[in-house]
């Protein structure tokens, strides 16, 4: 399984420009309503610096590259926990990546993100996205499954643990603030972070 890294950051980057006032409108019900802007802007970044590097394009020098630039233009808590993940990623991923490299390069970049953000599963976070897609992967590289079975599965788990987050209270992040006013309202991060996995999914070559 190759998953090309530089389509991965255009793609996420695309999904992300078509999402972003839906991000932004999540972000206002519990958050500080700039998550859509936020994330636009550093996936702008993103591409237009793949498109001026002159550098290699392997998928961990895209990732790092990527990485750098998302700490760097994004606010909030989004641009260090993206690129926490894209760094952790890159330093893990090895060429010529297989599924079983490619998953456990995505779970180093969760580990990073719940390293840095000191969240859990079910605190209301990306964490509720990447989390469940992190261990579908490891399930189907354990299974044997093909590389888009495998990438499917990871979608659909990342997705379904997004639409978990409409029912939990927050616990980290501004959205703790709100206590049991938090309920009821789908994640920001966690959407955005589906999207990630998506773009993996639509990156696979």
Same mark, same amino acid.
């Given at each position: 399984?190759?998953?090309?890294?530089?389509?991965?950051?255009?793609?996420?980057?695309?999904?992300?420009?078509?999402?972003?006032?839906?991000?932004?409108?999540?972000?206002?019900?519990?958050?500080?309503?700039?998550?859509?802007?936020?994330?636009?802007?550093?996936?702008?970044?993103?591409?237009?610096? #793949?498109?001026?590097?002159?550098?290699?394009?392997?998928?961990?020098?895209?990732?790092?590259?990527?990485?750098?630039?998302?700490? @760097?233009?994004?606010?909030?808590?989004?641009?260090?926990?993206?690129?926490?993940?894209? #760094?952790?990623?890159?330093?893990?991923?090895?060429?010529?990546?297989?599924?079983?490299?490619?998953? @456990?390069?995505?779970?180093?970049?969760?580990?990073?993100?719940?390293?840095?953000?000191?969240?859990? #599963?079910?605190?209301?976070?990306?964490?509720?996205?990447?989390?469940?897609?992190?261990?579908?992967?490891?399930?189907?590289?354990?299974?044997?499954?093909?590389?888009?079975?495998?990438?499917?599965?990871?979608?659909?788990?990342?997705?379904?643990? @997004?639409?978990?987050?409409?029912?939990?209270?927050?616990?980290?992040?501004?959205?703790?603030?709100?206590?049991?006013?938090?309920?009821?309202?789908?994640?920001?991060?966690?959407?955005?972070?589906?999207? #990630?996995?998506?773009?993996?999914?639509?990156?696979? @070559?």
């Amino acid at each position: 399984m190759t998953v090309d890294a530089a389509a991965w950051v255009r793609g996420f980057a695309a999904l992300v420009d078509a999402h972003a006032h839906e991000l932004t409108a999540l972000d206002a019900a519990i958050g500080d309503a700039d998550h859509g802007t936020n994330m636009q802007r550093g996936m702008s970044a993103a591409v237009a610096a #793949l498109d001026d590097s002159d550098a290699g394009g392997t998928a961990a020098e895209v990732c790092k590259q990527t990485a750098m630039v998302l700490i @760097r233009t994004v606010g909030g808590a989004s641009g260090p926990l993206y690129g926490t993940f894209f #760094l952790r990623f890159a330093g893990a991923i090895q060429p010529d990546t297989e599924t079983a490299d490619f998953a @456990r390069a995505f779970r180093a970049g969760l580990d990073g993100v719940i390293a840095r953000g000191k969240a859990e #599963l079910g605190d209301k976070t990306m964490i509720d996205a990447l989390s469940p897609a992190a261990d579908a992967l490891d399930k189907q590289v354990a299974a044997g499954a093909a590389p888009a079975e495998a990438l499917d599965a990871a979608v659909a788990a990342a997705e379904s643990g @997004r639409d978990a987050t409409t029912s939990l209270l927050a616990r980290k992040g501004r959205a703790s603030y709100l206590g049991e006013r938090s309920v009821g309202h789908q994640d920001p991060g966690a959407t955005s972070a589906a999207l #990630l996995v998506l773009a993996a999914r639509q990156a696979l @070559r």
